[in-house]
């Protein structure tokens, strides 16, 4: 009984603090046009093999170790190659001010070895994704994810309400699809979520 | 026969209401012992049930001595076996009324960990104070006891002395007197904290869940409201009512930035400059001169810390990192701010700069806060190098680095001397490093460590082992983490309280936040060591330590630090989690679970060397 409740009160709670959004169809679909031109540039401007080369050795080998004494240990370990981070995030940053409202262009990347899993990499100011769990190292891969990741097509995700994402592939110099992008952005930006 | 039964029941229901009223019982505690709401003192605080009558002299009355300049504190607990009505009333005679008196009702909470109840959250109620047991919003089966926390306040200028007061309880016709003896010292409790004690938060999106009511009334501009301003002022106040300060981050591990936190941007470049205050000097202007605290006890002071907005992402835009573009969009802006804060001569607050993100979320590729990777110190040295490059050499405006330190800190020390000058470290790494505080201070910079607050679970003394081991270690504060978070449901499936020191007053109707008997239980233990450490004149600083060392928990300041562990020696990147919690073992040993008395008996020390100084 109490749980039920609590889901009941809990979304209560989340609409009535961010509001149903609500844009006209038109506008929707503009803003998913939007977003489409940004991934589908990103595509083409997003150089894989410096992806590649962003997440240190070290931190791959402790991604998923896990050590009942040490539960922080895979993210104590968790490292990158600054100069490569640098780069990319510069890209992506770029990218995202080809949206004329506020969006992020995240960068995304499988994990070798870890069919199934997939780390976000690279976030940006907006504090933007549909798909990120605030903190997680690594998560599920989504099957949109995987789509990108296998067809090298672009996927327009809308499955949040008020948020669209699309996902793009990232290709290194021998056509290999090695990540992907999420350009994003929700209708209704919340000024005060994520800000901590 | 029907007349006979009526009578019957009549006397049986009178006879049972004689047996409540009879029964009905008023008792005094100490601060230290909380009862249960059946009258039980909860189980954490047992080691300490033989000091039960200590507030209680010969007659039976309740004997108070308190400094001037301050508090003193005990629990009130209504007992009645029954349900039932009663009036609460406590008083003191004080013409001059220099001494008052605040009555909290305690709020029992459910803990969902083990399934009992404790006292924890104080709702401020008029000195009479009637109710019912069970107490209606509490909900909770077969009450027995409503406890109630009584501060009293010693006005600094009040007069040394003796007044009387009481302490009644009637519950139908019957009442109940324990008479109050108020002892009046003529020493005052130094104004100043030897030790500050900050509580953090995050964002301010959390104060829209917690004041959902205020909130729903003006939902589309709530975060720019008067209320809003005055919920986040009301904030500060309590900390500070409690010797406190409160932090407030205003920005994520991404760059974004509250709106309420930072001035307004506009332009790119050379071009980026700030376009507006507004909302900014609502927020911080009356923190940032001291009138936000005019209603206070204390009086209005400017906030001694505050966080900046600056973050890898502002005000310059990390698209230009390392490029000409970065440096002037951050001199440039940094510069605007130093000129408004002086303009508004906003000058007796250190402005810190602070990052606070970590690469394992993604935003930027070095950790700003807890380095572990060496190679991330080059990003502090860049932005102390831009820091300089901003601010005039003169500037009356105190901005201060601040690196919260904890794997590398030994390195930091060195490799950031100059820059960071506040550190904020993580206990059980610093309680390695014995020297380093003493270091630290010595060259000019401010040294805090950090932790969490303890669960309502552990003892009531466990909250004073953070600002006293601070004093023991001769650092300059204490920081728990996050004090403003009480979970879902705090009221009846509470999570212990690890990361709240206060609880939103909306649901009794208060606009404001409502403070917690931790958080007494802390402030009483600052007072305690402001005296002590003010009578270093008259014995040396290390035997006042010592002393109170002894007092509290048996233990020599050396339990106080570890031994300098072999790992200590290896790269910072190398070390484990586990490696350090063995390492800390010696002062998880020696000082786990304080005795519920073990502040009380440094009181009982500071209030024996005030009486010699009389």
Redesign the interface.
């Known amino acids: 009984m109490k749980i039920p409740y609590l889901i009941v009160l809990s979304v209560s709670f989340t609409f009535a603090t961010v509001g149903t959004p609500k844009l006209s169809p038109e506008a929707s679909v503009a803003m998913q046009k939007e977003l489409e031109d940004v991934a589908r540039v990103g595509s083409v401007m997003v150089d894989g093999d410096v992806c590649q080369k962003i997440v240190t050795e070290q931190a791959k080998g402790f991604l998923f170790v896990t050590v009942p004494r040490d539960r922080f240990l895979a993210g104590d370990n968790y490292d990158v190659d600054d100069a490569a981070f640098n780069t990319v995030k510069k890209t992506l940053i770029r990218l995202s001010h080809l949206a004329s409202f506020p969006a992020d262009v995240n960068l995304w990347m499988p994990i070798e070895r870890h069919p199934g899993k997939i780390q976000l990499v690279i976030r940006n100011r907006n504090e933007m994704s549909q798909f990120w769990n605030w903190g997680e190292l690594y998560g599920d891969m989504d099957p949109q994810m995987e789509t990108v990741l296998k067809t090298g097509q672009r996927v327009t995700v809308t499955n949040k309400p008020g948020w669209i994402s699309v996902l793009a592939p990232v290709y290194n110099s021998l056509g290999d699809v090695v990540g992907l992008i999420e350009t994003v952005s929700q209708i209704k930006v919340d000024a005060h979520e994520n800000v901590k | 026969m029907r007349r006979l039964q009526a009578r019957f029941v009549f006397s049986f229901l009178m006879a049972m209401y004689s047996q409540v009223l009879f029964a009905a019982d008023l008792e005094a505690l100490p601060g230290f012992l909380r009862s249960d709401p059946f009258g039980a003192i909860v189980a954490p605080d047992r080691s300490g049930a033989d000091l039960a009558s200590t507030l209680y002299d010969a007659q039976h009355r309740i004997m108070l001595t308190g400094s001037r300049g301050g508090y003193v504190s005990f629990h009130l607990v209504v007992k009645l076996p029954l349900p039932g009505l009663y009036t609460l009333d406590v008083k003191i005679s004080d013409p001059t009324n220099k001494v008052q008196i605040d009555l909290f009702r305690e709020w029992f909470h459910l803990t969902d960990s083990d399934k009992h109840y404790y006292p924890d959250a104080l709702i401020p109620v008029h000195s009479t104070y009637s109710s019912r047991l069970p107490e209606p919003d509490n909900r909770i089966p077969q009450q027995t006891a409503q406890a109630f926390w009584v501060d009293v306040y010693i006005a600094p200028d009040a007069h040394p002395g003796t007044l009387s007061g009481s302490a009644t309880l009637k519950a139908g016709t019957k009442m109940m007197t324990l008479p109050i003896q108020v002892t009046v010292l003529a020493s005052v409790i130094p104004k100043e904290d030897v030790v500050t004690i900050d509580h953090n938060s995050?964002?301010?999106?959390w104060l829209?869940?917690q004041f959902?009511a205020s909130?729903?009334r003006n939902?589309d501009h709530w975060?720019e409201s008067d209320q809003f301003f005055g919920l986040i002022h009301a904030y500060h106040r309590v900390f500070y009512e409690h010797r406190g300060i409160f932090h407030q981050?205003?920005?994520?591990?991404?760059?974004?930035?509250?709106?309420e936190?930072a001035p307004v941007l506009d332009g790119s470049g050379k071009r980026k400059h700030i376009t507006n205050w507004s909302l900014y000097d609502r927020h911080y202007g009356p923190l940032l001169d001291g009138t936000a605290f005019s209603p206070s006890r204390r009086g209005p002071r400017p906030i001694p810390f505050v966080y900046l907005p600056i973050n890898p992402?502002w005000p310059a835009?990390?698209?230009f990192?390392?490029e000409a573009g970065y440096e002037a969009e951050f001199v440039n802006v940094v510069s605007e701010m130093e000129r408004h804060f002086r303009e508004k001569r906003w000058t007796q607050t250190n402005f810190e700069v602070f990052f606070n993100h970590?690469?394992?979320?993604?935003?930027?590729?070095?950790d700003g806060d807890e380095v572990?990777?060496p190679?991330d110190l080059k990003y502090f040295n860049e932005y102390g190098r831009l820091l300089k490059e901003a601010l005039p050499a003169d500037t009356p405006v105190h901005f201060l680095f601040r690196a919260d330190v904890s794997w590398d800190m030994e390195q930091q020390f060195k490799v950031l001397d100059g820059v960071v000058k506040l550190w904020c470290a993580g206990g059980g790494i610093l309680s390695f490093y014995k020297d380093a505080p003493k270091m630290l201070r010595n060259r000019g910079d401010v040294i805090w460590y950090y932790g969490g607050p303890p669960s309502v679970t552990d003892s009531s003394a466990a909250i004073t082992e953070f600002p006293l081991r601070a004093w023991l270690w001769g650092v300059n504060g204490y920081v728990h983490w996050l004090t403003v978070s009480p979970g879902?449901?705090p009221w009846f499936h509470f999570d212990g309280g690890q990361t709240a020191l206060v609880y939103s007053g909306e649901r009794f109707g208060l606009t404001e936040p409502i403070p917690s008997i931790r958080l007494k239980i802390q402030r009483n233990c600052l007072q305690d060591l402001a005296v002590l450490d003010s009578l270093k004149g008259r014995k040396s600083l290390d035997s006042l330590r010592a002393e109170a060392a002894r007092r509290y928990n048996d233990s020599s300041l050396d339990d106080w630090w570890n031994p300098r562990p072999a790992l200590a020696d290896l790269p910072s990147?190398q070390w484990?989690?586990?490696a350090i919690?063995d390492a800390t073992r010696h002062t998880q040993q020696a000082l786990q679970h304080p005795a519920a008395s073990a502040a009380h008996k440094v009181h009982q020390y500071a209030l024996s060397l005030q009486a010699e100084a009389k």
């Open positions: 995050y964002g301010s999106s829209a869940q959902a909130y729903q939902p975060f981050l205003g920005y994520g591990h991404s760059g974004k930035v509250g709106p936190f992402e835009s990390y698209e990192w390392g970590k690469k394992r979320y993604k935003g930027f590729p070095w572990r990777f190679k879902e449901d990147d484990l989690g586990s919690d």
